[in-house]
């Protein structure tokens, strides 16, 4: 048992270029099943998303990305605990309009664009999210990048928010999260990392195109007032 929680904590994965981390591979398939099944629209997407946040921390904070010790990677990091905040007002909204009717598929929630006003709602929160994740960085933690991490931050916050409304834009702040995100890790030499992150964003794109088609044949059959599914 002790040699394989070891493993768990301290192992690697040999893969071309590199290695990973055995936490930072778990983390990261965790992640990947909370996409497929927000993708799909399943309130399990929130908690199993959860579990991933926490062993993703534990990597970024201490360093140890692609099966090596380095420097800590804040805006990662600290996504993670953001993620784990916005994720259980997720979890309960998902929650909340699955038991009041859902969507007209089964699903927990009908995708929708947004509209103008909430555009703009995510555009004022990424712009004071970027600036206050910059100022975060540069002055309390301390970043690698300060300037891309802070976007990797604010715009997780952002994607994860939008999920949570089912705005379909939410996989487009996804897909420049990643673009971003894979970008720093190269930068860092993060390679392995880069490249399942990569991979990841495959799914990310696949996920916006169900939910473009599911926002054009599936209707919202909930009780819950729009208005009422927004925190004061």
């Known amino acids: ?29 965790f992640g990947l099943a909370s996409a497929i099944l927000g993708m799909k629209r399943f309130v399990w997407a929130w908690p199993i998303g959860l579990v991933g946040n926490v062993l993703l921390f534990t990597v970024f904070a201490t360093g140890e990305l692609s099966g090596h010790i380095d420097e800590p990677l804040w805006g990662q990091a600290g996504r993670q605990v953001f993620f784990a905040a916005v994720s259980v007002y997720g979890w309960w909204r998902w929650s909340q309009v699955r038991s ?42 301390g970043s690698w990048g300060p300037t891309t991490e802070a976007w990797i931050l604010a715009g997780s916050m952002l994607a994860t928010y939008g999920m949570a409304r089912g705005w379909v834009e939410f996989w487009l702040v996804w897909i420049l999260v990643d673009v971003v995100g894979v970008t720093t890790l190269v930068q860092a030499e993060y390679y392995p990392t880069a490249g399942m992150y990569l991979f990841y964003a495959v799914f990310v794109v696949i996920g916006f195109v169900v939910w473009l088609r599911d926002a054009r044949t599936v209707s919202d059959t909930s009780t819950v007032e729009e208005k009422d599914a927004i925190p004061a």
């Open 100 to 141: 009041a009717g859902g969507a007209s598929d089964g699903g927990a929630i009908a995708p929708r664009w947004a509209t103008n006003a909430e555009r703009l709602q995510l555009l004022v929160l990424g712009v004071v999210g970027y600036a206050a994740a910059y100022v975060l960085l540069t002055q309390v933690l």
């Open 1 to 29: 048992m002790n040699d394989l929680l070891d493993w768990l904590v301290h192992g690697t994965i040999p893969v071309p270029g590199g290695a990973l981390g055995v936490r930072e591979v778990i983390g990261n398939l």
